[in-house]
């Protein structure tokens, strides 16, 4: 499938990219986040066009999503993912204008703190150590959430926060993150549709690299499905320090 259909230019470029989605789509489904966090910048350095890989990955992370979705089903709090959909959908459009008007790289030196210290806080913390978040919560979170994909199309830390902090077991933590960004890419694919981002050659270059995604995604279910509750809440925690790290590096 390599050649004029795709957006590969040899074969190791294609086995590189493999590569770096396997990797990506194992974290994604074993802690429920991180796959841009790991594929975009990498992918970035091996691709001529930034939007192939940003593609790419939105189309290859829609069967892991749905998979992580419906087995979680019970675990997903529906009404509160509705809320931070609601708060997400408020927040994106705030975002984008901040983004053509403003200067806002100080929210990402914030923000990055902020992981920085929860996460170490986290590492050193009784791996138990959980909180109740009042109901009133819920729809900043995802206003937050939905302005930091608006100025830099990541809204993922907010909500990794906020369901870390709320204790709930790796199953629920996982299941209703993913049940978000599920919501995320319905919206984000007939959106890059309709902007014609979507192309034929970046289809088949999805499909060209699926069985790769699908094995990263089958050993990240197998870890997830084999560690403790203590142990994936210091992943979790290890992830949140490593993405404060970056943003405030970058």
């Known amino acids: 499938m390599i050649g004029v259909d795709t957006i590969f230019g040899s074969p190791w470029e294609?086995?590189?990219?493999?590569?770096?989605?396997?990797?990506?789509?194992?974290i994604y489904v074993l802690l429920g986040f991180g796959a841009g966090l790991v594929a975009v910048g990498t992918l970035a350095l091996l691709l001529p066009d930034v939007r192939d890989g940003v593609v790419i990955l939105l189309l290859v992370n829609l069967p892991a999503e749905l998979y992580v979705v419906l087995s979680s089903w019970r675990e997903v709090v529906w009404r509160g993912v509705a809320v931070l959909m609601i708060g997400i959908a408020l927040g994106i459009p705030v975002g984008a204008w901040m983004l053509r008007w403003g200067n806002p790289s100080f929210l990402l030196v914030v923000l990055g703190g902020v992981l920085l210290a929860v996460g170490g806080v986290f590492l050193v913390l009784p791996a138990d150590r959980t909180r109740r978040w009042p109901g009133w919560v819920v729809a900043p979170?995802?206003?937050?959430?939905?302005?930091?994909?608006?100025?830099?199309?990541?809204?993922?830390?907010?909500?990794?926060?906020?369901?870390?902090?709320?204790?709930?077991?790796?199953?629920?933590?996982?299941?209703?993150?993913?049940?978000?960004?599920?919501?995320?890419?319905?919206?984000?694919?007939?959106?890059?549709?309709?902007?014609?981002?979507?192309?034929?050659?970046?289809?088949?270059?999805?499909?060209?690299?699926?069985?790769?995604?699908?094995?990263?995604?089958?050993?990240?279910?197998?870890?997830?499905?084999?560690?403790?509750?203590?142990?994936?809440?210091?992943?979790?925690?290890?992830?949140?320090?490593?993405?404060?790290?970056?943003?405030?590096?970058?």
């Open 14 to 26: 294609f086995l590189a990219v493999c590569l770096v989605l396997a990797v990506a789509e194992a």
């Open 141 to 250: 979170v995802g206003l937050t959430s939905g302005l930091l994909t608006g100025l830099f199309g990541t809204g993922g830390p907010p909500l990794v926060l906020y369901y870390q902090l709320a204790g709930m077991d790796k199953a629920a933590f996982r299941g209703n993150l993913m049940a978000v960004f599920l919501f995320m890419t319905l919206i984000r694919v007939p959106s890059y549709a309709g902007l014609g981002l979507i192309t034929a050659e970046r289809m088949w270059s999805s499909l060209a690299v699926l069985p790769a995604v699908l094995v990263g995604a089958w050993l990240g279910n197998s870890l997830h499905l084999r560690i403790e509750e203590s142990t994936f809440r210091r992943l979790v925690a290890g992830a949140l320090v490593a993405l404060g790290v970056l943003l405030l590096a970058g």
